[in-house]
């Protein structure tokens, strides 16, 4: 599930008891729980947030998001969300599921004609109509999970949350102007995601330009031109900001997260994190109260 082990988070439940269920609804999460919360979160299954309630903005994998109520918010596993601003309305709901839920309710819609774009949309902004189908479907899952049924409990669920998919979603996805989805293909979207799937293991531009099949030149003036970043920036910020998740929300030694994170040796990883941060990694995970780096 979402890994909250060491984020100082209000939960209403003991988290390993969230963390051994297929599914965890919260339809009560508020501004209020979360103004202690400073350092990235990574989340290492799917959560579907709906946010009912006010503004925020946030950066999901470095992308910058400003999101407004009402509209789901879709994080997929492995993405780090970093909260930036949250008004003092916020209230969310939420559905944390496990890889066997998830899995399971993509096999029954991934033949959708809009799957696809399930795929490639973080927020999906809604209309005040959706808001009142949206908490009955929260009712009707919290009743499911709550009857514990051992027997068709689980089939139950991953069917419901298949038809909700099929009845309400698609209709959701089907406001959307398809011009939209044709920026999705742009150079820079094809190599963040390439970085967001390689940039524990190569940190040099090379590999990008050979998986694109264009020069280094080319994709690092593109990727400037389309988001403010050079390539170059780009493959160091997922670096860095996975170094401070580990850092901060995990029991790793300094020696083993740089091994993680591919670093010839642990001065090789110090020196790499000081650059960008300002601080040494032992610095950055002692000092819990800051972020010395805006974000």
Known sequence: MANLLKYDIELPENVEHILAQDLWVSDQFTAQLLVSVTDPIKFSTYTSVFVKKGECECELDLIKYKIKAPCILGIKENQILQKLYVSDDFEVSFMVMSKRLTDSIFTLINTSSIFPLLNRTQVLNLLPEDIMSLNVFYEYVRDLISRNDKVYGYQTLIYSMAAFFYRDVTRYFSRIDDAFY???????DRFISLVQKNFRSERFLDFYANEMSI??????????????FTAVEWIERFVILEAKVMLRSSNMTIQQIADELNFPSQSFFGKYFKKSVGVSPKEYRNNSSSDPVAE
């Not at 020069?215 to 403010?228: E, I, N």
């Open 182 to 188: 044709t920026t999705q293909g742009r150079m820079s």
């Open 215 to 228: 020069t280094p030149k080319h994709l690092s003036r593109t990727v400037k031109q389309q988001t403010g």
